[in-house]
C-alpha cells in the first residue's frame, strides 16, 4: 500500500472506483432535472439578469454552451450553469452534510459531458461519485466550519473534482491529485449572508470550476497533495474545527446519494419543517386562508439562529425568515416563487402577521438536528383555540420522499417560473423520463436537452 492510498483522500478514491448500480443511476437523473429547473427560475433573479447582461457585452467570442445560453469560456459557462442554481433555495440537499450538491457537481459534470461526449451512463455514475465524496467529507467537517464557510462552496470543490475525476476516467493516483487541488482552492464565507449581494452565486461557480480544472489538470499529470483533509495544514485543521474525520471514512450500506433531499419549496431548508407545519394545520382547518392571532415555532438552533426575521425588507430576507414562512403558508398554503416577490412580502397584512410569530430554540428538535430536520408550531386562533402540529423531517427528505413525478412536476413548475420556452422545457423532461425508463443504463450519449442551452443565444 503506497502513502497516498493510507490518505483520506486515497480511500475516497478507492470508494468511489465501485460500479454504479442502476437504482443510483436513476437517482441521478432526477437530480440532475431538478438542478435545471433550479437554473432556469434562478435566471429570472436579478443576479441572472445580470449574468445575461454580463455575457452580451460586445466583443465576446461565445463558443461555450451553458444552460442559460452561450458564454465565453468554460469559467463563464460554469458561472452560467452554477451560479442561479440556488437563488431560489429549492436546490437540493445532504442534511447531515449541511450542503447542496447539485449546483457544485452538475455544472462541472456538465461542462466535461459537453465536451467529451460522454454517454449517459458515464455522466450518471459519475454525479453519483461526486455526490459521494461532497457528502462524505460535508458531514465531517463539523459545525463549527458552517458558522464561517459556506459548506457548499468549500466541499463543493471536492465533490466536482471527484465527479469530473469519474467523467475522465482516471485512476485511483490522479483522483488523489484532483481532490487535493481541488481542496486546496476551498473557500466561501458566509459574510455573504450578512449583506444584500450576489456573491453567493459565485462560490457554486468557484466550486465547480476549481473541481473541474483540478480534474482536467490531473488528467495531464498535474500532482497534488494527498494528505489535503487530514494533513498538519490540509483542510480539516485549517479550517474545521472540532471536525469528524471518521465521517469521511464510515462504512455504507449505499451510495449517499439517496439520503440527499430535493426541496419543495422556494425558501431556506431552514424553514422547510415550519411550512410543512403549517401547511398541516391549514389543511385540518379546511384548507382556506388561516388567520392567527399569535404563533410559536420550535426548532432546531441553527433554524432559529439563520432564519430569525421578522421584517424581511429583501426577497432573499423573505426567504431566511421563519416568521414570513408562518405568515406566508398561513395565507398562501402551498408556496412558490412568486410569493417571495417583494410586491407580496411587503403587504401591509404581513408586518403584523410576522410580529406575532414566536421563535423557540426546541430541545427535542435540536437533539436531533442535523439527521433531522424538525419544527413544531403552535397557533393560537380566533376566540383563543390553540392547535400544534410537529414533523420530525421535512417533506422531500429520505423519510418523507418526494415521488419521481413530483420531482418532474417540480422542475417543469421552475421552467415556466424561469420563462423557459414550453417545448424547450417538454424536451427536456421528456429526456428525463427517458434515461428513467431504462436509457440511462445505455452507452447513448447524454440527451442534447439535458445539456443544450434552455435560454436562446443572447445577443450582443
Not at 469560456?73 to 452534510?97: I, K, Q, S, T
Not at 465531517?140 to 459548506?151: D, E, K, L, S
Not at 386562508?289 to 441553527?302: I, K, R, S, Y
Request: glycine content about 8%.
Amino acid at each position: 500500500m503506497t502513502m497516498t492510498s493510507e490518505s483520506l483522500t486515497g480511500i475516497l478514491a478507492r470508494r468511489i472506483a465501485q460500479p454504479v448500480d442502476p437504482r443510483a443511476r436513476r437517482r441521478a437523473v432526477l437530480h440532475w432535472i431538478d438542478w435545471m429547473g433550479c437554473v432556469a427560475a434562478g435566471a429570472r433573479a436579478p443576479v441572472g439578469a445580470v449574468l445575461r447582461a454580463w455575457q452580451r457585452t460586445p466583443g465576446r467570442p461565445r463558443a461555450t454552451p451553458s444552460l442559460l445560453g452561450l458564454a465565453e469560456d468554460d469559467y463563464h459557462a460554469l458561472l452560467c450553469d452554477a451560479g442561479p442554481a440556488n437563488v431560489e433555495e429549492m436546490d437540493d440537499m445532504h442534511r447531515a452534510a449541511i450542503l447542496h450538491p447539485g449546483p457544485a457537481v452538475i455544472p462541472a459534470l456538465a461542462g466535461v459531458a459537453r465536451r467529451h461526449r460522454l454517454s449517459a451512463a458515464q455522466t450518471l455514475d459519475a454525479l453519483v461519485r461526486g455526490y459521494e465524496v461532497m457528502i462524505r467529507i460535508g458531514r465531517a467537517v463539523g459545525p463549527r466550519h458552517y458558522f464561517f464557510w459556506h459548506n457548499t462552496a468549500t466541499v463543493g470543490a471536492f465533490g466536482a473534482a471527484a465527479a469530473c475525476a469519474s467523467a475522465l476516467g482516471l485512476g485511483e493516483e490522479p483522483t488523489v491529485w484532483a481532490l487535493g487541488n481541488a481542496g486546496t482552492q476551498a473557500a466561501g464565507l458566509w459574510q455573504v449572508r450578512l449583506e444584500p449581494v450576489m456573491s453567493k452565486q459565485l462560490h457554486t461557480a468557484h466550486a465547480a470550476w476549481s473541481g473541474m480544472t483540478a480534474a482536467s489538470l490531473a488528467a495531464a499529470g498535474f500532482t497534488g497533495p494527498a494528505f489535503i483533509l487530514e494533513g498538519e495544514r490540509g483542510f480539516l485543521k485549517a479550517m474545521c474545527e472540532g471536525a469528524d474525520a471518521a465521517a469521511i471514512t464510515r462504512a455504507e450500506s449505499d451510495w449517499l446519494i439517496h439520503d440527499t433531499s430535493f426541496k419543495p419549496w422556494p425558501a431556506c431548508r431552514h424553514t422547510h419543517a415550519t411550512i410543512d407545519c403549517v401547511l398541516a394545520l391549514r389543511d385540518a382547518e379546511g384548507g382556506v386562508p388561516l388567520a392567527f392571532e399569535h404563533g410559536v415555532v420550535e426548532g432546531f438552533g441553527d433554524a432559529v439562529a439563520i432564519c430569525n426575521n421578522p421584517r424581511p425588507t429583501t426577497r432573499t430576507e423573505a426567504k431566511f425568515s421563519l416568521q414570513y414562512a408562518v405568515a406566508a403558508t398561513a395565507q398562501f398554503g402551498l408556496l412558490r416563487p412568486e410569493h417571495f416577490d417583494a410586491e407580496v412580502f411587503t403587504r401591509p397584512a404581513f408586518a403584523p402577521a410576522m410580529q406575532r410569530v414566536e421563535l423557540r430554540v426546541g430541545a427535542d428538535i435540536s437533539a436531533r438536528y442535523p439527521a433531522h430536520y424538525g419544527a413544531r408550531v403552535t397557533l393560537t386562533l380566533a376566540g383563543g383555540r390553540t392547535v400544534v402540529h410537529e414533523v420530525r423531517d421535512s417533506l422531500g427528505d429520505p423519510e418523507r420522499a418526494l415521488p419521481e413525478a413530483a420531482v418532474l412536476d417540480k422542475a417543469r413548475a421552475l421552467f415556466a417560473y424561469g420563462g423557459v420556452a414550453p417545448a424547450r422545457a417538454e424536451a427536456a423532461l421528456a429526456s428525463a423520463r427517458a434515461l428513467l425508463d431504462g436509457a440511462a443504463d445505455s452507452a447513448g450519449p447524454v440527451p442534447p436537452a439535458l445539456l443544450d442551452p434552455l435560454f436562446p443565444e443572447p445577443t450582443a
